[in-house]
């Protein structure tokens, strides 16, 4: 069973959204292992499209149903359109982070079901891993439970269980926000479900993240996207840095790219009221 919420005027174009994070999250902002922080954030657009936002299985509120692939969660993207839309109609498909590694393969295998591809904080390679790791050797002074090896190695790498990946992403929440709250950053924290046994555990081989997973590459295939795309990225993003969206705005034709100052990973909740209004002028081909 998926886990999902549909809202907004029955007969409008449809917004699928694809939350952050494989099978765990947690910023002082949100619960990024699920899909309520992009709901929230995208609820604003749903007095013109429908909204539709879901956990992907093994994470949040669906079943543990294996496999957890990359292409599997990519199968159950099209089964959703499938089943809300019909076999033709295309869908706007909205990934940020994680969930744009999924948004790309998405559009690259099902060109002709996305009428708009909306990316935030995401990466057209594991490439963003190595300047992820450089960035925060610049930034540890943030986050002083969080070394570098603990993001190589298990946020990059893999947890031996849920608990290890609880303190292990609690202790890498401050660097993922301008404006860091302790306080907001536990509670989120506490309210995170978290299936990284389920989904990260070393040596499964239908975990997220396996190889050849582990080296996914797009790059090659951006030219082959036909939606029209909108690509955000906060200027302080650590863990997709902004030359990660550079990549995909040059790579997909005639991609927008928008740079938002003074925010980090989660724009889309730190400026949110901007990125509203850039989605809507992104609607409206202005």
Not at 222 to 233: D, E, K, M, N
């Amino acid at each position: 069973m998926i886990d999902f919420i549909l809202i907004g005027p029955p007969d409008a174009p449809l917004i699928i959204t694809l939350h952050d994070d494989r099978g765990f999250g947690e910023s002082p902002f949100c619960n990024s292992g699920d899909h309520t922080s992009d709901f929230r954030a995208y609820t604003p657009l749903t007095s013109t499209h429908r909204l539709l936002s879901f956990d992907y299985r093994g994470h949040g509120q669906s079943l543990r149903t294996a496999p957890y692939a990359f292409q599997q969660l990519v199968d159950d993207i099209e089964a959703l359109r499938h089943h809300f839309l019909g076999p033709d109609p295309p869908a706007i498909i909205c990934g940020g982070s994680f969930g744009g590694f999924l948004a790309l393969q998405y559009a690259i295998q099902h060109a002709g079901k996305v009428s708009h591809l909306i990316l935030r904080g995401t990466a057209a390679s594991h490439h963003h891993e190595a300047e992820a790791l450089s960035t925060l050797q610049t930034r540890l002074h943030r986050a002083p439970s969080l070394s570098v090896s603990m993001l190589r190695d298990k946020i990059f790498g893999s947890f031996s269980s849920d608990i290890e990946c609880q303190l292990v992403m609690h202790a890498a929440a401050s660097p993922f926000s301008e404006t860091f709250d302790a306080d907001v950053a536990l509670r989120n924290g506490l309210g995170t479900v978290f299936h990284a046994e389920e989904a990260h555990k070393r040596g499964k081989t239908d975990a997220l993240y396996a190889e050849p997973e582990k080296r996914f590459d797009y790059r090659a295939q951006l030219g082959s996207i036909t939606a029209r795309s909108l690509v955000r990225v906060g200027e302080q993003d650590w863990i997709c840095p902004p030359a990660q969206s550079e990549t995909i705005a040059r790579g997909v034709p005639e991609a927008k790219l928008v740079v938002v100052a003074g925010a980090n990973h989660a724009v889309h909740l730190e400026r949110n009221e901007l990125v509203v209004w850039e989605i809507r002028a992104f609607f409206e081909g202005i």
